[in-house]
Structure formats: C-alpha cells, structure tokens
C-alpha cells in the first residue's frame, strides 16, 4: 500500500449452509440440476404459500456462529428485505435484521503479507471481530446468456437455499489479510461440516467494504462496497484496486462516493454498480409468517459439546503434541479428514514425525497426482501407520518401504501382506550379510585396491553392490558396519 | 327445490332418503346461476366438478352423515383461497388468469368433512375493502336490499349463505370482513382465533391479521364449520398448537353467570341510533337469560383505525410485492425495460384500493418514518392487547355492535375512503389482539336492514363465544 495510508476493509461472508433441503420447505438444495426441478409453491413465492423452518438450518447456523465464537441470542426475530428482483421471487427475502441469530464473535486467524510473487511472508496470528451471524435464504438466479439473446430466463432452484450472512468488524487492514480471514472462516465451516465452501458453484461468497484513510487518522473514510466476490483471489485482487483507486481519486483531489461496485475480473478492476441515491429502501419488518426463533441455553451447550476440534485449536496441538513445525501443521489441519487421518497415522505407528513425512510428502504426492481426495484414498490410515513400524522394527528397509508404499497406493493390501508375498523382508542375519560381503569384495578386487589406497568414497559403491545382491532386502546399517570392517581389516 | 336450509336440516333429508347430494348440488348451482345477475356473489362456478363429487356420495350418504360433520353439504368459498386447478383471482385483474397448483388448508379439511365446493366466491380485491365494490370483476349486491352493499370484503361469501345457496362458506377476515357482511346480510359470521384455521393457501393480505372463518345461517353450523377446519397445520408456523374441541357439544344456550362486557367506547360517537338500539336489546336479552352485564373499558380504542391501516398496509406492501407480472397473473404487453414491466403490470392489474393501500404500506416501513408508524403502531397494538386482557379479568365475553351502522347503499362511500374505513371500527381492534369475534343478528332497522352484534372472546374460548352466541338467536 502507497505509504501514508491505511485501508479499512470489512467483510460480508455469505455461506449456504449444506443441508438437504432449503430453509422453508422441503426441496432438495442439490446444485446443477434441471432449471426450476427443485420448487414449490414456497420457494416460487405461489400465492397463498408460508415458510415453515427447517430445524437443520438453526443446528448448522449454531455450530457454525460456536466455532466463530459468537453468542447465540435466546430469542431472534426473522425479518422481510424488501425489493424486487426477477429471481426473487416473494418481493422480499426472508432474513435478519435488528435481532440477528448470533452476534459478538471473534477469530485468531493466522495472516501474513505475500512478496511480488505471492509468497508468504511471516506467519501471526490476528483478532478479526464478527459483528453478527444471521440466517436467510438466498435468492434465486437470473440467467442472461442463453436461447433468445432477447430474453432473461430465471431458476429458482437456489431459491430458498439457507444461507449464514457473516459480518465481520471493519478489523482487515490489507487485501492479504481478508483473504487469510475468507479462507480461515472457510476452513472452519468446511471443518465442522456446515458448509462446503466451494466458491465456484456460490456456497460461499463475499462482499468487501472498503474504504482509506490518511495514516494516523481517527475517521473512517467513505466506503464502497465491492459485491459478489466468488473467489479469494478475486477477494484479494478487487480489495487492492479499490485501494489504489480510492487513494489516488483523492490525491488528485477526489472524493470517494459512497456507492456499490462489481469486480470485473477480465479487465481487472472494479466499476460502479449504483450509488448511494439509487440505494434500495429495503423496508426491513418483522416477518409475520414466523413467529420468533426461540434457542434454550442447554441446547446451545449441547450443539458446543458437539463440535469437533476446531482447525486453529488443532493446529497448535499439533504443534505441540506432535512437535510439527508451523507449516506442516497448518497442512495437516487444512481439512478434518486429513487431521483425522494423520492422527490415525500417528496412532497406528507411534511416531508422530514420521506419519507426517509420510503423509504430507509421500501420501499427498500420489493424491495428487491421482486428483484424489484424502477421503478416497486407497491407503488406509492404519496400513500407513504399520508401515512405518515395519521401517522402525527394521523388517524393512526405507527404501523398500516406498515401494512397498507404491503397491499400497495400488491395491490398498496392508503393508505386511505384500512384504510376505514379495518376501522382502530385511536380511538382519548378520551371517548372511557377511557372506554377500566376502562375495561382493571378492568380484571387485580393483575397486578393493582403490578404496586401501584412500579412495574410500567407494564405500557408497560397495554399499550399493551389496543392496544390489540382496535384493535390497539387507539391512542398509548393518551393511554398512559389515562392510567397513572388512575392507579396513584386512587393509591392515 | 329450496335448500335455505341448515345442515342439521339437508342432513335430515339424507337420512331420511328425501334426498341426495345431487339433488341440493344441483339446486344450490341453479340458484346460484339466477342470482349471478342480480347479485354477482360469485367469480366462479364449479357446476361440474360439484355435482361429479355429490354423485360419488349419493348412494352412501346416509352413512356418511353418521361420520362426516359436513357430509353432501354445498358450500362456497372467497376466491382468496387456493383451489387446486380452479381460477383463484382474489378479485383482482392481476390474478384473472391464475390457477393455484395446490389446496389451501382450510378448503382441503371442509372437504374432508364431507363438503361440496359450488364456487368461488367474489371479494373486495385481496380483501381490501368493507363493502365488496372494489372487485375488478363487479360489485357485489345485498341480497336483503339489491341497493344496498353487501358488507366486505368477503361480501361473495356471506350472500351465498344469506341468499340460501349454500348454508356455509368461508371468508377471511383481516380487519372485519368475515364479520362486518355478516352482520349486512343478516347471518353469523366467525373470524376464529388468530393461529386458529391454518392461513397455508390464504392469499395473503395482511399476515399478522388474516384468518379464514365460517359464515352460517346459524350458530351451529358455524361451529360445526369451525370444527372442521381447526387445528395445527405443519405448512404453517402461526397455526396454534392448541387442540380444538368439538365446538357443536359446547352449544348449550346456557349463559346463566356468564360475564358480559360492555365497553362504554364502542356504544359512543359515531354509532348508528337504530343499530345503538338494537344491540342494547340483544345484550338485554342474554341478561335475561341468566348473564351478568359487567362495564369494561378498552381505553385505546380510539387509536385502533390508525393503528390497524398502518400494520395491514404495510404487511400488504410487502405481500403484494410478489405480484410482478414474471412468474404468474397478469403481465403488460407493452413493457420495454424490467422496471417498465413492474410499473405498467401492476398499474394495470391492480385497482385503486389497493393501490392506494401499497403506497401507504410502502410509506410506513420507509426509512426515516418506520420509527413515527410501524414501529409506534405496533406499541399501541401491544397496549390494545393490555387492555383486553385486563377487560377478560373481569368478563367472560365482550358484546359491542359490530359496525357503526347497517349497510349503505352501493357508491355512497366509494369516494371517501376515510368514511369506509371508519366503518371497521369495532372489528379491527379483535384482529390486532388476535381474539375470536362472531357477529349474531340482533333484528333490523326500521328501513328493514340487518343489525349485527359482535360478541368478543378471550383466545382460543370460541367454545363459549359461540354458546353465549347461540343464546342469542
């Protein structure tokens, strides 16, 4: 950012909470299906048709605004926004407004700065306030690019889908640090199941508010609000023109408008959407049609019982349970599925530091390249981890155990099963090594010649003709030590 | 064949084989189309579908009558209730095409207990009105005096009962206008507890204040009506999780040391000498009959006008939003941009009532003057509450006329909506507290126009309401 400025920036996360049926009736929420299959006369807004809530929809916003560490209101009250849209399809959309589901919460999300080439600088952790978290229901979609160029379709599929509308504090000071927020908040929502974070179909978006200030200055300056923003890159990008946009309109003696502004991602900058004249008059009122949402204190606590270890909680276990560094831990807790599988990895082989090297170079690697998620993998975690003892108790060697490893990733056999089949397993008797050893030195008289003149590099060499005879079954150690004696002994 | 005739009456009939559903179908729908001309009671008519489903019940009525309450009786319904593949217009332009995919509630349990669907009933448009003018499709006439309104705005309704089509039918009421016709045309008329009757396929007005309601020849076919369509319906979130008793056992006559309430603000300014007459007459005669007539005060009775015009337009601004011309009704052809399309489809399909109630609504909830109405209404709508309950302290059921006058003749208020909305000044304030109130006929004028009392319960008693109803007839 231009010194001698500062950014202001507050955050409106939309996140479609992931049950099987929308918010007021019993359509199903499944994405991409056939234009307008998913409705009825509730979420078509038919005449005559009344919104009852879906009891998932409250136990989904309560985890969800526990793990953000928000307060949970006793009593909250739905509300009509009112304005009209072709893809809304009561005039008004059913939401929150002056008694939200929860309020006062706050996050410790890890942030950093990024370098030129989007690198992370150094890693802490920074308090972001959330306002509120209210339940609504989303809107449906208008579709513009298809059949008569004439004509605008709409598909009131989404209609009605729940949505959790989280309203951070104006606590980012950077376009880096709302994207680590985003990203923190969608790893805890992926986390406890509530939300599936996918960004692309919409399950979570974004509006940024964003306005700059003179360093040092106490009042905010006016703000723009930047809609939609359907990806964290997006997010990031959009957030930094608007800065440059706002300070250099008022270097040049400017004044920031306060109005709504789309990103347009093609041209890389943002343009006005309406100003603040054209604002809507949303008309807030108390919805008629429901009658209060009533939350008992117990069954708060009982929906906090159950929420699981959350990422930033894991993580710092991790840390100090397991002795993993920063980043490694901040790898493993990424995804539940992932942490749970490590921890079983942990479990099964009793060596916290090897199931991560494990895990997050050899395991990821193959997941990768397969396109395969930690939840499809063919490795159970329990193999992995008896993989890693057959390493420790030295029926294998590390090098056989990564191919045992590959036969694993294609056949899901447990490692002991396909050692017992390829017989592999470690020659630890030392007789025999000694006997591979006497054979190898003897086939190799110059190279014998050459490591008693000095050159005892060749040791390597030795090594790798003894592996080689044994099939890669001797004990890489022993060999070693064998070895040596004897071509230092009887260099004397 | 005539069938002025009550349920216990048709179903008499049906027992004793004099005879069939067919046959009171078929009369119903030949009296009903004479009158069309002359009263314009109805939107539409289910000539066919009607007697289709009476033959189905022809050769097993008389068993039927043993289990269904409303077994082979025609009835009527305000075409602001959904009905599955029939024209649901609401009165209104803007709805002349619409065919509702699903049942209302309150229709699908009437039909459960044996009724007859004969027609769809016309109606101030989407209710607002209290004298059944403001349809698109034509004013409705009192059948007592065709000069005359029949009270609305489910002025359809109660002429089908008061005209002897049908014995039963159902209206809505919001502010008045199940009892206020009813009390035109000379018949009970019920706005049950709010939460009552499921709302689920009412076609909403003004939500917080909208519930369907019987109108019958008498009380206890009002109360067998209600019956029928009480009770807890998951579709909707207001319906009262509270059990409904079998209203036609609680029908005694009995008033002896029943609590009668009078407010000395309902019988003050503004009322009618004859009807002031009439009703004191009506609550003499419960006093001679065993009841104790005890003085109440509702002191904020004289806010309730204000107070209910702000809440129901501004919930029928919002209700009415989604009538935009893009999904279903009426659509303007000429339209060149969306918001051209908003404009000229609702200018074109709404009347000017409820034009002029959208813009009042819209005005109320607007920023900067929410606080001074809505917000300032719904506070003395709280103290009306107040003032019920401690009126319930010390009275069972309160008796007030139900209009200021009797009816009026068709166009004399038509251009002074502040007039026409005065009149609701007795019924609107139940609907606020959301108690129950029938209207009984208490005799006529002079000129020979019906006078209705309204009778006020405390939530969910209809049970007594109606018997204390019943000794008045």
């Known amino acids: 950012m231009k010194e001698g400025w500062e950014a202001v920036i507050g955050l409106e996360v939309h996140a479609q909470l992931r049950t099987e049926s929308k918010i007021f009736c019993g359509c199903s929420t499944a994405f991409g299906d056939e234009p307008n299959a998913n409705t009825c006369p509730v979420c078509l807004g038919l005449p005559g048709a009344l919104p009852v809530l879906n009891r998932r929809v409250v136990e989904y916003a309560a985890q969800a605004a526990l793990a953000l560490g928000l307060r949970i209101n006793t009593e909250s009250i739905f509300s009509r926004k009112n304005y009209f849209y072709p893809d809304l399809p009561k005039g008004y959309q ?21 370098d030129e080439a989007g ?50 504090e104006p606590d980012f000071r950077s376009s880096w640090e709302a994207y680590d927020y985003v990203g923190f908040l969608r790893r805890t929502l992926q986390y406890i199941g509530v939300c599936d974070g996918n960004m692309e179909e919409g399950s979570l978006r974004c509006d940024a508010n964003v306005s700059v200030r003179r360093t040092g200055a106490e009042k905010f300056g006016t703000k723009a609000e930047i809609k939609n923003l359907n990806s964290l890159r997006f997010l990031q990008r959009a957030i930094d023109y608007e800065i440059d946009r706002q300070i250099a309109l008022i270097e040049a003696g400017g004044e ?35 009658p209060p949402l009533e939350v008992a204190a117990e069954w708060v606590e009982t929906v ?7 990422p930033e909680a894991r993580r710092r276990r991790f840390i100090g349970e397991y002795g993993l560094s920063v980043d490694d831990a901040f790898t493993l807790t990424g995804q539940r599925e992932l942490a749970d599988y490590y921890e079983a990895v942990v479990k099964a082989s009793g060596n916290s530091r090897a199931a991560a090297n494990w895990v997050l170079s050899e395991l990821l690697r193959e997941l990768k390249s397969g396109g395969i998620d930690i939840t499809g993998s063919k490795v159970r975690a329990e193999h992995l981890g008896a993989l890693i003892k ?92 064998i070895l040596k004696a004897h071509l230092e002994a009887e260099g004397r | 064949m005539t069938i002025s005739l009550t349920v216990d009456e048709i179903h008499r009939l049906y027992e004793k084989g004099d005879a069939t559903p067919s046959e009171i179908v078929r009369a119903a729908l030949d009296r009903i189309e004479e009158s069309q001309s002359s009263l314009n009671a109805y939107l539409t008519v289910s000539r066919e579908s009607a007697l289709k489903r009476a033959e189905t019940l022809d050769s097993g009525i008389r068993d039927a009558v043993r289990v269904l309450p409303l077994a082979g009786i025609p009835v009527a319904i305000k075409d602001n209730m959904c009905t599955e593949g029939v024209r649901t217009t609401c009165g209104s332009r803007i709805l002349g095409n619409y065919i509702p995919p699903y049942t209302a509630t309150a229709v699908k349990q009437l039909e459960a207990a044996g009724a007859i669907i004969v027609g769809k009933t016309n109606l101030d448009e989407f209710a607002m009105g209290s004298s059944t003018e403001n349809s698109a499709y034509g004013p409705v006439r009192n059948p007592v005096n065709t000069d005359y309104v029949p009270g609305g705005s489910s002025g359809g309704s109660a002429v089908a009962v008061a005209a002897g089509h049908v014995p ?24 049950p507890t709010y939460g009552r009757v499921s709302r689920y396929g009412l076609v909403a007005f003004a939500s917080s204040l909208d519930q369907i309601g019987p109108f019958a020849r008498n009380v206890r076919d009002a109360a067998r009506a209600l019956s029928a369509i009480s009770g807890r319906d998951v579709h909707d979130s207001t319906s009262a999780p509270v059990s409904a008793p079998d209203y036609l056992a609680a029908l005694t006559g009995d008033v002896k040391g029943l609590r009668v309430g009078v407010p000395a603000e309902c019988f003050g300014e503004g009322l009618d000498a004859e009807v002031k007459e009439r009703v004191e007459a009506g609550i003499a005669r419960l006093r001679e009959r065993g009841a104790e007539v005890v003085d109440v005060s509702l002191p904020h009775s004289r806010y309730v006008v204000s107070v209910y015009y702000i809440i129901a337009t501004a919930e029928a601004s919002s209700n009415l939003a989604r009538f935009d011309g893009v999904r279903y009704g009426y659509r303007t052809q000429q339209a060149r941009t969306l918001s051209d399309m908003y404009r000229r489809t609702r200018d074109e399909g709404f009347g000017a009532e409820v034009k002029r109630r959208i813009m009042l609504g819209t005005f109320v909830l607007s920023s900067g003057y929410y606080d001074a109405y809505y917000e300032k209404a719904q506070r003395v709508r709280a103290m009306l509450v107040r003032d019920f309950d401690s009126a319930f302290e010390k009275c069972d059921v309160i008796a007030t006329p139900t209009a200021p006058t009797p009816a009026f003749k068709l166009g004399e208020k038509s251009d002074d909506p502040l007039a026409m909305y005065l009149n609701d000044i007795y019924t609107v304030t139940i609907n606020l507290a959301g108690l129950p109130g029938v209207s009984v006929p208490c005799g006529e004028t002079r000129a020979g126009l019906p006078v209705g009392l309204q009778l006020i319960g405390s939530h969910f008693d209809e049970a007594r309401l109606l018997n204390a109803a019943c000794a008045l007839e």
């Open chain 1, 94 to 114: 059913i939401s929150q407004y002056d008694r939200p589901f929860s309020e006062h919460g706050a996050v410790e999300a890890p942030t950093t700065e990024r």
């Open chain 1, 390 to 481: 057959l390493i420790e108790d030295s029926t294998i060697s590390g090098k056989i155990a990564k191919d045992v490893f590959a036969d694993m990733v294609a056949t899901g056999k447990a490692p002991e099963e396909i050692v017992r089949e390829k017989g592999l397993v470690q020659i630890t008797d030392l007789g025999a090594i000694e006997k591979i050893v006497a054979e190898v030195i003897a086939a190799n008289p110059k190279q014998l010649e050459a490591y008693r003149a000095g050159k005892t590099a060749l040791l390597g060499f030795f090594v790798g003709q003894v592996m080689k005879a044994s099939g890669g079954k001797a004990n890489p150690q022993a060999v070693n030590e």
């Open chain 1, 256 to 290: 920031v408008v306060q109005e709504t502004r789309l990103w347009n991602e093609r041209e890389a900058k943002t343009y006005s959407m309406r100003s603040k004249e054209d604002a809507h008059d949303y008309r807030y009122f108390p919805e008629p049609d429901l």
């Open chain 1, 304 to 310: 906090r019982a159950g929420l699981p270890e959350l």
């Open chain 1, 119 to 168: 690198h992370p600088q150094e890693w802490r952790l920074k308090h972001f306030g959330i306002t509120r978290a209210h339940i609504e229901e989303d809107a449906g979609k208008s579709v513009h690019d298809i059949g008569d160029p004439g004509k605008s379709y709409v598909n009131l599929n989404r209609s009605g889908t729940p949505l959790l509308e989280i309203v951070s």
């Open chain 2, 168 to 191: 039963i039918s159902l209206g809505s009421d919001t502010g008045g206008s199940i009892r206020q016709p009813a009390s035109y045309c000379g018949i009970v008329g019920l706005k």
